[in-house]
Nanobody, 125 residues
Framework: QVQLVESGGGLVQAGGSLRLSCAAS????????MGWFRRAPGKEREFVAA????????YYEDSVKGRFTISRDNAKNSVYLHMNSLKPEDTAVYYC??????????????????WGQGTQVTVSS
């Protein structure tokens, strides 16, 4: 049974930083691409970032480029989202997700098979 557990969310002032973590279990983690998505109040879920199963390639949504960094530690079965220079518009529930095994990570939610329960990030102005 695949499980994804996110942590690290919270309340932060604009300009601040947070690091989200996602611990995976129940799958050979190092063979799956991983992604982060978010859903803001009243909005659709949107792609934030993704990382290849090797960790060599990263992909970002335009509004977070230069501010967010996705990384993974295959030895710890974990993926991370380092968020700097946070803005109020980054306020959302953040979800990690598992892509298709050995595939190039996509930006569409439909490309992801397993999802975590989400962690709330709130950025105050």
């Amino acid at each position: 049974q695949v499980q994804l557990v996110e942590s690290g969310g919270g309340l932060v002032q604009a300009g601040g930083s947070l690091r989200l973590s996602c611990a995976a279990s129940g799958l050979p983690f190092s063979t799956y691409p991983m992604g982060w998505f978010r859903r803001a109040p009243g909005k659709e879920r949107e792609f934030v970032a993704a990382i290849s199963w090797t960790g060599v390639r990263q992909y970002y949504e335009d509004s977070v480029k230069g501010r967010f960094t996705i990384s993974r530690d295959n030895a710890k079965n974990s993926v991370y989202l380092h968020m700097n220079s946070l803005k109020p518009e980054d306020t959302a529930v953040y979800y990690c997700a598992v892509g298709g095994r050995y595939t190039v990570p996509g930006t569409a939610a439909s490309a992801y098979v397993y999802w975590g329960q989400g962690t709330q990030v709130t950025v105050s102005s």
